[in-house]
């Protein structure tokens, strides 16, 4: 999703992926309390939990829902066809009761349904009621209905308790798309299908929490008493959502609540680490499938040169951003494939290391740069961002004292909106962006980087995504390798092409990976069952205290 939104990314995504801007930091530090008085918040009965943060969500309207925070409260109000074992990135069944029959050209699935599920407003879950909503999140033009649309050519129920679906061509990661947070069935008698027709503030569906009531300020999730899975380890959840970093810590810090999850500054993740022994609490910090990475506009002098876009890569030093922006609480990323896949492979630390100076000096000299002739770039990135302007301008130091007179690095911003629309139309030399999966597919953080519908390697990109990512990057190997690796069934076979992409990746440079996120979350004394899933989902049915 490259909604640089989520945050979360947050805007809307370029490429039309889950992508956000988290406003991953807030400008106000640990010490800057005056940023805003701390919100009271009303006690908890001890059978609810109640959780803090900082995100907000638009709409709850499964067929509209992009974002991360309304994705979590739905992978918690609703079910989907298939899911992931607790702790594991294992495929499980859910409301499907098998893993889905795939005819022997990989357009058919057969997905056989579970009997005896009872929906939020009482009525039975049969194949029609799953086919309903499928359908409604394919045609009403929501922001992920694209997700589905583009791949599915038919679903229908061929039985009361048999789903099948028809797609255009073979996807190999169409079984792990399924796990997506809007692919829930939701009650014929509540929904309709129709162009734009959504109820944001609205949820009927068939998973173990009800939504209780939905606010700006404040969302209830009561406890399911008819559900028909494993019940919730608590009677409810409430969520306070906060107008700032400083309120959210503060707040935690007092006591006024169970969980503090997104979003904290460095110095404030750094600070509940030091004193949680002093302060009672834990701290439960995960990997991430976030990645960052800087996009090079192929385009566009500087970057129509290859051996730029090689020297660039040369200079990042990954370990110093890690160090500056956030305190060592972010991983360096080699790959855009990120580590919580078995296939990354960290290319770009095998051909470019870390601030290699030396090897960018070889580059530049290939390219004509000397100091009579420097290389001058910018750096673009959105305003709101404080941790991307303190990524930008690290970087912006750490070149210019290192390769004096040859290089220099203009560091410029926009607003949000106006960024994104222009990285499409091409406008922006480089710049910096992040990327949340849609699903937990190596494919998600490929295809939407690399492939292209429309256009030639002479003329570059005209359409396509590599056009929404502000890379223009065109390559015949690198659309035979995606459409080869979407059409594989065998993961052996798969894996391998995934290597070969990553190899693509970094001999072409139309990104540079740059680091990998790590989420943290931290729990009151005596709150249990708190933890973040391979795939970045926050079970809230299975905290207790």
Known sequence: M?????????????????????????????LAVACGGDTQVAPTPADRVAIGTTLSARTL????????????????????????????????????????????????????????????????????VMAFSIQRFMENGGRPAFLLSEKIETVEATGEYELTITLQQPFAAFTAMLTFWGVTPIAPDAYTIGDGQ???????????????????????????????????????????????????????RSGGLDVAYQTLDPDQIAALEREADQGGWNVIEAGSTVVNYMSLNQKIAPFDDLN??????????????????FQGQAEPLYSLIPKSFDVHEPVFETAYGDGNYEQAKVFLEEAGITAANPLEFEIWYPTASTTRSVVANTLKEAIESNLP???????????????????????????????????????????????????????????????????????????????????????????????DLQQVMVEDVPYIPLWQNKDYVFAASGVDGVAIEPNQQFLLWQINK
Not at 212 to 222: E, G, R, Y
Not at 224 to 229: A, L
Request: aromatic share 12%; hydrophobic share 35%.
């Open 308 to 325: 730029v876009r090689k020297a660039v890569a040369a200079m990042i030093d990954r370990n110093l951003i890690n160090d500056r922006a």
């Open 198 to 252: 959504f109820k944001p503030e609205e949820f009927v569906g068939s998973g173990p929490y009800k939504l209780a009531s939905f606010s700006s300020d404040v969302i209830k999730l009561d406890a399911n008493p008819d559900y028909w899975g494993e019940a919730p380890s608590n009677n409810g959840i409430d969520i306070q959502i906060f107008t700032s970093p400083a309120n959210l810590y503060n707040t935690f």
């Open 405 to 499: 007179g040859l290089v220099t690095v203009q560091v410029s911003t926009a607003e949000s909106a106006t960024l994104w629309e222009n990285v499409e139309k091409g406008v922006y030399p480089s710049v910096l962006s992040n990327w949340y999966p849609d699903y937990f597919d190596p494919d998600n953080f490929v295809q939407p980087f690399l492939s292209c519908n429309e256009g030639s390697e002479e003329t570059l990109c005209e359409k396509g995504a590599t056009q929404g990512n502000g890379s223009f990057y065109y390559s015949t190997r690198a659309n035979d390798l995606l459409a080869k690796q979407r059409a594989e069934q065998d993961e052996s076979v798969r894996s391998g092409v995934f290597k």
């Open 61 to 128: 309207d499964p067929a509209d829902a992009y974002e991360i925070f309304p994705g979590i409260l739905l992978y918690n109000l609703g079910d989907r066809l298939y899911t992931y074992a607790p702790g594991t990135t294992t495929l499980a069944p859910q409301l499907a009761t098998a893993m889905p029959t795939v005819s022997d050209d990989g357009l058919t699935y057969t997905i056989p349904l579970r009997e005896g599920v009872t929906l939020h407003d009482g009525s039975a879950f049969n194949a029609d």
């Open 2 to 30: 490259s909604v640089q939104f989520l945050g979360q990314r947050i805007w809307s995504k370029p490429l039309r992926s889950l992508g956000y801007y988290i406003s991953l930091f807030s400008l106000c530090l640990v």
